[in-house]
């Protein structure tokens, strides 16, 4: 789909695609700052691949490539050179490969250039293939920018994506923040190419039992979790901020919750209700907890 109105792009989505509707919408307000030509982010981009395009003629999402639908995003010059961007917000997406010089989409090599963006600020010189960019990079280049619309999306970036803000209750159980903030925790830890996944149990009524990111250290299992945990059951509106991790103690030990019974997880730690927004400091105050 080329990118002309900001609503009709994140709201789209390609059938088949394995791009989760997170993604999409992160890509899609990129997508509409980049079909507006805004300079910093072109500039950035040109710098990334080492060539400057020139103008940007149309911006693509999900836009399928010899008809594999590799390109998360797409982005083709008035000169006629195209670039691809690969986009990750999600830890799980760190995992996958990405695709070599064999495959179909990526054999133009000579009008292509290549890009992964994703969470990570360990950019380095990537794999000789695929430049590497992070989210970090693209909000610093908006940074400057005084339109309204552009800093929504810079604090989008820096809340929803890199978990860099303190998030409310009620922005926990209904936004990405959360998981946001449960994945920038681990990687301070743990290191830019660390382990987790987002969770959360299924809601009943509207409420859920718990809800966070798993995680692991040291290369190990995914044998840690952090985020908040309800008070009570039957469920109510309360949550605790806590951690808990499969068989190694923690500090200053709590009661296994009531509302995550059937977990056979030994050893949990907590700070009590949550009354105030979350922060980042908060969650660092939890991991230090591990032994």
């Keep these: ?9 994140l709201s789209s989505y390609r059938p088949g695609s394995t ?9 899609g307000g990129l997508a509409y700052l980049l079909s507006r030509q805004h300079e ?3 500039a950035l981009l040109a710098a990334v691949v080492g060539q400057d395009g020139g103008s940007i003629s149309t911006v693509e999402i999900q836009a399928g490539v010899a008809g594999d639908g590799l390109a998360d995003l797409l982005l083709t010059y008035e000169s006629g050179r195209q670039l691809i961007v690969e986009v990750r917000v999600e830890p799980a997406a760190s995992d996958t490969s990405l695709p070599g010089s064999d495959h179909p989409s990526i054999r133009r090599r000579e009008t292509r250039s290549l890009v992964v963006l994703d969470l990570n600020d360990d950019t380095g010189d990537g794999d000789g293939l695929w430049n590497l960019l992070s989210w970090s990079q693209v909000s610093d280049s908006l940074e400057d920018d005084g339109d309204p619309l552009v800093q929504d999306y ?3 970036i820096k809340h929803d994506i890199l978990g860099l803000g303190e998030v409310t209750l009620e922005e926990a159980l209904s936004t990405n923040r959360l998981y946001a903030l449960g994945g920038a925790a681990v990687r301070r830890v743990a290191g830019n190419r660390s382990h987790y996944q987002n969770s959360a149990s299924q809601p009943v009524g509207g409420r859920y039992r718990y ?6 250290l040291n290369g190990g299992e995914l044998e840690y979790w952090v985020g908040v945990v309800n008070e009570e059951v039957p469920l109510s509106d309360h949550f605790h901020l806590m951690l808990a991790s499969r068989e190694k103690p923690v500090s200053e030990p709590v009661e296994h ?3 995550t019974g059937d977990w056979k997880w030994q050893h949990w730690t907590g700070l009590g209700r949550v009354i105030r927004p979350v922060t980042p400091g ?3 105050e939890l991991m230090a907890r591990l032994s």
Aim: glycine share 6%; proline share 6%; with cysteine.
């Design 282 to 284: 908060d969650y660092d």
């Design 1 to 9: 789909m080329i990118v002309r109105n900001l609503f009709s792009a």
């Design 19 to 27: 791009a989760t509707p997170f993604e999409n919408y992160c890509t």
């Design 257 to 259: 919750p009531r509302a």
């Design 40 to 42: 910093g982010l072109r």
């Design 211 to 216: 809800l966070g990111t798993t995680f692991a």
């Design 154 to 156: 810079v604090q989008f």
